[in-house]
């Protein structure tokens, strides 16, 4: 006759399973943080790497999705800020518009992610170190300023 009742301890008290082990992950407030600074992308691809390394891969791929929704709107609003006559309109726009649209994918996609490694691991799980994403995202940055900075250049050469 089996006994489907879990094992017994010598106090009479069940065995718990045992926990799965935590992965190393980055921090999701700190990544949402960093947002702040370096946008939505930085924090969307830390959070899917950390959804991977979690085992959900279907929200790995959401993450994703409001990685390239943000390269749409990136693209939108800077095909905006071309057409508007009013240089500050614009600029006040596209900032307004990219401070919202930080709030919104936190709130739809990078706040559940911060609760379940809360609830999952706690405040104590391995940590990924942020040398890496910060450096690789202040390369991106550096590099967005010198773009710029040619197209300035180039902008005010004389034309023939």
Not at 26 to 41: D, E, G, Q, R, Y
Not at 79 to 107: C, H, M, Q
């Amino acid at each position: 006759m089996s006994d489907a009742s879990p094992s017994l301890t010598p106090d009479s008290a069940p065995i718990e399973a045992a926990a799965p082990a935590a992965p190393r992950l980055w921090n999701p407030n700190a990544a949402a943080s960093w947002s702040l600074i370096f946008s939505p992308v930085f924090g969307a691809l830390l959070q899917r790497s950390n959804w991977l390394a979690m085992g959900h891969p279907d929200k790995a791929a959401r993450s994703l999705q409001w990685v390239w929704a943000y390269l749409v709107f990136l693209v939108v609003t800077v095909g905006l800020s071309a057409v508007l006559p009013n240089e500050k309109t614009a600029d006040l726009l596209t900032r307004v518009a990219g401070l919202v649209f930080l709030v919104v994918w936190y709130y739809a996609n990078g706040k559940e992610q911060v609760g379940l490694v809360l609830a999952r691991y706690g405040r104590d799980y391995p940590r990924r170190s942020w040398w890496k994403p910060i450096g690789i995202a202040l390369l991106v940055a550096f590099g967005f300023v010198i773009l710029f900075a040619l197209l300035f250049m180039a902008e005010g050469l004389p034309h023939e």
